[in-house]
């Protein structure tokens, strides 16, 4: 076939018209190790406006100084009809993380994504409750945009005719290594808004980038330590004695218990919500709430921001509302100022001033056919879209302004955030019920600046029961979400003992958890995180399963990436590797260093893939040599603000260990004002015999740590 000269004209003149287009970007060191660039002209609303947070300075100045981790000449962007197409570089072995909370996958390169925050369907296609438009290279870098746009991802599936290391064109009739997926070197976006701001994130490690990410974030949030305990959603139509009767049962049976959660029967109406207490349920909110502080249980409340024309503060909030509906609901812009004081207000009076120690707020995520069309209109002038992408972040934004004012630390629940939400104290949760796929979300939260929960709802078996509750135990909520059929802990006799020593176990590890929440806040590290991030993780080369080619029903299929997401980090020292139901055994592996059972402290293995069979009752757990995990006295509720606790240190295996306990008081924001310590523990063991120490409290620093003693886990 002969080209025409005028098509070859017109190639010319495309690729000059592009070239012309193509915008250099000026990168500015914003924080140590981070660069913003600017394409075109941004929108005014994006997703760090909608947050409203400030970088963690003192946090960003502790990184290692590097420089800019890419070539910058290979960041191409341009503006073309309002929109802003995006190239990142991709090396030949490079792996992919992040791109929101996925449920299914971990490695994302190779994806096609469309990053939308919804209600996550069964499919990682970019929409879920956390669509955050921020990747991290097993390379070592990360890469966020600022926008608050439905942002299509091609995560190295597309093949520029200006890439450097084009793919080997192969002959599909003879070629078997022919592949429907040619090689392509570079991550592209398409922003639909005529500008973004791009934040690219140094290492030099993977996990350094999502130290920087969240630092920028403000740093992770640190919960109250009562937001580590364990908590219990009620059955949704439950009145103020049901509250009560059920605080008792969990005394009475000796079940740790911190917080219950109302579900929308505590509303007189829900769906769409009155905000108002349900008089005929809960004759006297504050005196029930006040009732259950003694007792040193909190009550968090349910809600959905759509407000029921029955609701006394629809007339008010009616002229700062979308042009749809949900559930014949009003939606409050709560990107304006007068409606946030009209909702906030109300969810303040009456509820976080009678003593409600936070809110779950559900449904901000979508789905599609309740929620909001992307036709509706907003009175601030922001579109559906944007709003879709920042509603979640916005109500723990202003909720959390709420606790804050009042120096009071909150922990919730939230079914969506985005990028920008790492320092609000909330925890993401939904309906979708796979135990497997809710590990893998726990692994993924890691990436994405977000805590998931796998909530326990209901199960099958007492064997289920258990294995959800055991991995329940090690996530950054520890919550039986009991709204739809009313279980308690002990639902299951047969497994009743077991789920209370897990319970318990939880307590014990409260000084663990608390302190590792602390490093998430001051050094971003993310409390649970996959295995990718770990040094000497073998699992990081993509190993593939053969090819299923069928040239009939699938002929472009693609061979298999394996990947690990069924183990993960708890903290500095701890690898889970929970167990489903119907297994008695299960591959774990560890990567290089020396491993030891967190049970018994016996060595389990180094660099290696190990088979494991724990029985029912243990989620197999593992620390790293010289690992240091400090415990606490089982408790029923965690301590309050100013008790001392004594704290046993367990030390696994033989390096010389170190560990930074954190203490402050627990409850309030006086940590922001230097209000705390972190204490070193140092423990080292020659021929047997241990050496240990811990820092003294530094004077006019908080100090609730009473007697410490030492146990040495591993060779007794
Ligand atoms: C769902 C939520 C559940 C429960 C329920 C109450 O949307 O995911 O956890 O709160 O609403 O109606």
Redo the contacts with the bound molecule.
């Keep these: 076939m002969r080209v025409s000269k005028y098509f070859l004209l017109f190639c010319l003149f495309l690729s000059f018209v592009t070239k012309l287009n193509a915008q250099s970007i000026n990168w500015t060191e914003i924080e140590p190790g981070i660069w913003k660039g600017v394409i075109g002209k941004p929108e005014e609303f994006d997703l760090l406006k909608a947050a409203g947070v400030q970088p963690y300075h003192a946090g960003l100045q502790q990184m290692p100084k590097v420089g800019f981790p890419l070539v910058q000449e290979e960041i191409t962007a341009h503006v073309q009809d309002g929109k802003t197409y995006l190239s990142f570089p991709l090396q030949k072995k490079e792996q992919l993380f992040g791109f929101g909370l996925n449920f299914q996958t971990v490695f994302q390169r190779g994806k096609v994504l469309t990053l939308h925050v919804d209600n996550y369907a069964g499919k990682d296609n970019g929409r879920t409750h956390a669509p955050t438009p921020f990747y991290v290279s097993s390379n070592g870098y990360g890469v966020f945009i600022n926008s608050a746009r439905y942002i299509n991802v091609y995560a190295g599936t597309a093949v520029r005719r200006d890439s450097k290391v084009p793919p080997e064109v192969k002959d599909r009739n003879l070629d078997k290594t022919w592949s429907s997926h040619p090689y392509s070197d570079a991550v592209e976006m398409l922003v639909p808004a005529a500008g973004a701001e791009i934040y690219i994130f140094a290492g030099p490690t993977t996990l350094d980038a999502i130290r920087r990410y969240n630092l920028l974030n403000g740093g992770g949030c640190l919960p109250p330590r009562w937001g580590l305990g364990f908590t219990q959603?009620m059955q949704?139509l439950t009145d103020a004695q049901g509250v009560a009767a059920e605080a008792q049962a969990f005394e009475e049976k000796g079940y740790p218990l911190d917080f219950i959660g109302l579900?929308?029967g505590w509303q007189s109406k829900?769906?769409p919500c009155t905000f108002e207490w349900d008089k005929s349920r809960f004759p006297d909110p504050e005196a029930m709430v006040q009732g259950m502080l003694k007792k040193n249980v909190r009550i968090n409340l349910?809600t959905?921001p759509y407000v029921s024309p029955e609701a006394p503060v629809y007339k008010d909030i009616l002229p700062y509302s979308a042009s749809h509906t949900v559930w014949n609901g009003i939606v409050p812009d709560i990107s304006m100022p007068a409606a946030r004081k009209i909702f906030f207000g109300n969810l303040e009076k009456g509820k976080i001033d009678i003593g409600i120690s936070g809110y779950?707020m559900?449904?901000v995520d979508g789905g599609d056919n309740y929620l909001w069309p992307d036709v509706a209109v907003f009175p601030s002038g922001h579109d559906a879209e944007q709003m879709r992408q920042t509603y979640g972040l916005m109500m723990q934004r202003y909720t959390s302004e709420i606790y804050h004012q009042r120096n009071q630390r909150t922990f919730g629940l939230v079914?969506a955030s985005n990028g920008g939400g790492s320092s609000f104290p909330y925890v993401i949760?939904?309906?979708y019920y796979d135990h497997r796929d809710f590990i893998t979300a726990l692994v993924n939260s890691g990436f994405a600046g977000v805590l998931w929960t796998p909530e326990v709802r209901s199960s099958k078996t007492g064997e289920e029961w258990l294995r959800r509750f055991q991995s329940n135990v090690f996530s950054p909520m520890a919550m039986i979400?009991a709204?739809?059929s009313g279980t308690k802990p002990w639902s299951f006799p047969e497994v009743a003992e077991q789920v209370k020593t897990m319970a318990n176990l939880r307590m014990q590890m409260m000084p663990y958890w608390y302190s590792e929440f602390a490093k998430y806040h001051f050094e971003g590290i993310p409390p649970f995180r996959a295995m990718y991030l770990e040094d000497g993780f073998a699992g990081s080369e993509t190993k593939t399963e053969n090819k299923k080619l069928n040239l009939e029903e699938n002929p472009y299929e693609e061979a298999i990436t394996k990947e690990v997401k069924d183990q993960y980090m708890a903290g500095e020292f701890l690898l889970v590797a929970p167990m489903f139901a119907g297994q008695t055994s299960r591959k774990v592996i560890l990567p290089k260093g020396r491993w030891f059972d967190f049970y018994t402290g016996k060595y389990a293995g180094n660099g290696e893939v190990i088979s494991v069979e724990p029985g029912l009752d243990k989620i197999p757990v593992y620390v790293k040599d010289g690992g240091i995990i400090p415990m606490m006295p089982i408790m029923l509720h965690a301590p309050k603000a100013g008790q001392k606790v004594n704290i046993e240190i367990r030390y696994y295996g033989d390096k010389p260990g170190t560990y930074s306990l954190y203490d402050d008081d627990g409850e309030t924001y006086d940590y922001e004002k230097g209000n705390y310590t972190f204490r070193k523990i140092s423990v080292s063991k020659t021929n047997g015999k241990l050496k240990s120490g811990i820092t003294p409290v530094l004077k006019g620093k908080p100090d609730n740590i009473g007697k410490v003693t030492f146990r040495i886990m591993t060779g007794q």
């Design positions: 959603r949704r579900e929308p829900s769906y349910w959905n779950k559900d449904e079914r949760y939904n309906d979400n709204w739809a």
